[in-house]
Structures are given as C-alpha cells and as structure tokens.
C-alpha cells in the first residue's frame, strides 16, 4: 500500500479534509457563479464545506457542475452502448480515446451516473496537480495520480505500480476504471492505442497472457466532440513541434487548456460504449509471440473506438478541405462549408505573428477531417 500511497484517490476523510481547505480558495465565488448563477456567490463554497464522502462531492457538486457545462456550451450530449457494461461480469477497465483532459472522464462519469452504473475511479496526468485547488478537486473525484514529468527509468518503475493498483482495483471488485488509450490528447485527430499501455497491464498480471487481460474486462470507448476542444491550440502545438522539432509548454499552459475546453461551444458531444474484448479475441491475441500480442489486442481495440466515433458535418467538411475535393458535399450545404471556413479564420485570427497561417489552416482541417481518414481505412 506504500507503493500506492501517492497515487490513489483521496478517501472519505481526505476528500471531506481537502474540500474544506479549498472551501475559502479565493478562486470559488467565480466558479460557483458559473455553476450556480442563480444563487448567492457563497453557494458552492458552503456546499464544499458540508459535502461528506467522495460520492456526496460527485452527486451533489460534479454532477451539477457537468450538467451547467454541458447546457452551456454544447447542443446536447448523447450516449449508446450502455447495456454492453451491462454484460460485463465484474469491474471494468475503460480504455477510451482521449481529446479533452477533463470532460472525457467527466462525461464518462456522468453517463455512468445517468444509468444507474457505479462512477469509475479515473487516470489523469500529475501534471494537472500544480495548483492546490485543482489537486484537491480532482482527487476528491476519485483520481488516481499518473506521474508525469520523470526519467525513462522512473516511469517504468512508476508504471509498474499504477498498473498494479489499477488491477487490484478492478479484480478486488472495489472499482471500476478509466484511462486514455494514449498519454495526454489526440491532437491530430486520429485514435490509435499505445502499445505500451497495454504492455503495462499484462505486465501487472501474475497469470499468462489470456487471464492477465480477460480479468481486466476491458471495454473500449469512444467520445467525440462536434467542435474538438482546443482545436487551434492543438494545430497550433503540432505547428510548432514540426517546425521546431519540439514543443515546451509554458507554466499554466495546461490549466488555459482545461479552462478552454470547458468554456469553449463543442455542439453535439456523443460518447459510444464499445463491445467489451472477449476471451476469444485475447485468446487469438495470445497465439502471437511477444510484441505481436500486444498489437492484435491494439488493433481489436483501435477498430473498436474507430468504429464507435460519430463523425459530424465538421469531419466531412476537414476532411474535403484538407483534400482539396467534394467526396462528402452530400454530408453539408455550401452555407454550411462555409460557415465552417469562417469558424477555422476566426480560430486562425488568434495565432501570434510568425506564425505560419496556411500551414496552421492545413493542420486545423486535418484534425476535424482525419476521423473520416481512420473510418475509411478501417
């Protein structure tokens, strides 16, 4: 347990502990504005000081926090798949992809909520626990802590024990959980599991191949965003990385993202559960021999949140743009396409001087077009 000790979630009496601290943060009567304009500034700040479990915090508070960002900038989020969790026989391990850093597993958990399905504990980066605020919200809300930031070595070593508390979390039949299938966000719009994270688990497991991953019942899933979260940001740190040959980011730069992911209208949101892996496709995974395995459980499951991603009108119009033709002008109208490229100028218009405009523009269609790309070379 002092393996774990500084990755997993806060517990009742740290959580209750943690939340009053942050009851006093000067940086509340803001957000409780936002999350309950009709009432007093004071609101959220008195809740924080009554709230008394982990799961008080995320029915009372987080649920609601959700809802307001949802009904404030999407047109609605939707969600299917949700009897597959149904079959599954015990806990389970959610490896979704990953384009927001909070509203993924946010909107996870929400939908989990909606259906009566006991919330996840879930895997979010260290590097978001720079303010005290944000560490103590996000560890209240079940976080298990992925260190970031560390030598080659320490994250092998790091990742043996995130991988064995994960494990013991599921198998012990305490928690179900989620985790991206890459580290941090798909920035170029396409999906794709890394095989280290798979690796990690089997790893993890102290039984052959097959049982290593048939005890986690994985089930993959996928969310979209009609509007991707911090798109020119994304295209804009692509720019930057090929034209620098890297990219640093700069203090804060993660909590900007987090705020403007939040802020920022996505429109429609939809999020697909996907078919849990069976023991057969982990059995025929298990005829390979070394590396080869992990790759036969990657392509099951990049296949599967591929599959599950809805594409919308802003997919079809990236992905013409970016090819220069009209393969899905029956998706759109030409007012559309061209509401569209006013909404990529716009995005462009934000760029600082120097900066290459037409080679961010090329970028930034990619993003919302290469989805399209991935279903078709499914």
Request: some cysteine; charged content about 30%.
């Amino acid at each position: 347990m002092e393996d774990f000790e500084n990755i997993q979630p806060y517990t009742d009496e740290e959580a209750v502990a943690a939340l009053q601290r942050i009851s006093h943060h000067p940086l509340l009567p803001a957000i409780s504005k936002f999350i309950f304009p009709e009432f007093p500034i004071n609101t959220l700040a008195k809740m924080l000081g009554e709230i008394k479990s982990v799961e008080d915090f995320q029915y009372t508070i987080v649920s609601k926090a959700v809802n307001v960002i949802v009904g404030r900038s999407s047109s609605g989020f939707t969600f299917e798949g949700v009897d597959n969790l149904r079959k599954v026989p015990g806990k389970f391990l959610a490896i979704s992809n990953h384009r927001d850093i909070i509203l993924d597993p946010a909107l996870t958990q929400w939908m989990l909520m909606l259906n009566n399905i006991p919330m996840t504990e879930i895997c979010v980066g260290s590097n978001l626990l720079s303010s005290g605020i944000v560490e103590a919200l996000l560890r209240s809300n079940r976080m298990i802590t992925v260190i970031r930031g560390i030598s080659a070595r320490e994250v092998y070593l790091s990742s043996q024990v995130l991988s064995r508390f994960v494990r013991g979390e599921i198998v012990s039949g305490k928690s179900s959980v989620w985790i991206a299938q890459r580290e941090g966000r798909t920035k170029n719009g396409l999906d794709i599991t890394e095989q280290g994270l798979l690796k990690m688990f089997d790893m993890s497991g102290e039984k052959d191949f097959r049982s290593n991953f048939n005890e986690l019942n994985i089930v993959p899933m996928s969310i979209s965003y009609e509007y991707e979260p911090c798109d020119i940001r994304k295209a804009r740190e692509i720019y930057l990385k090929e034209t620098k040959g890297e990219y640093k980011k700069k203090k804060d730069e993660d909590m900007h993202s987090i705020l403007t992911g939040i802020r920022q209208w996505k429109g429609g949101i939809h999020l697909v559960v996907g078919k849990p892996l069976t023991d057969k496709e982990v059995t025929k995974a298990s005829w390979y021999e070394k590396n080869d395995r992990y790759q036969a459980i990657r392509r099951t499951l990049d296949e599967r949140i591929i599959s599950g991603y809805k594409l919308w009108k802003t997919n079809y119009m990236g992905y013409d743009l970016m090819t220069g033709g009209s393969k899905y002008a029956d998706k759109y109208t030409p007012e559309e396409l061209e509401k569209f490229k006013a909404y990529t100028e716009h995005k462009l218009g934000k760029l600082e001087r120097g900066i290459d405009r037409d080679a961010v523009r090329d970028i930034f269609w990619h993003i919302y077009g290469n989805p399209v790309l991935a279903k078709e070379d499914l």
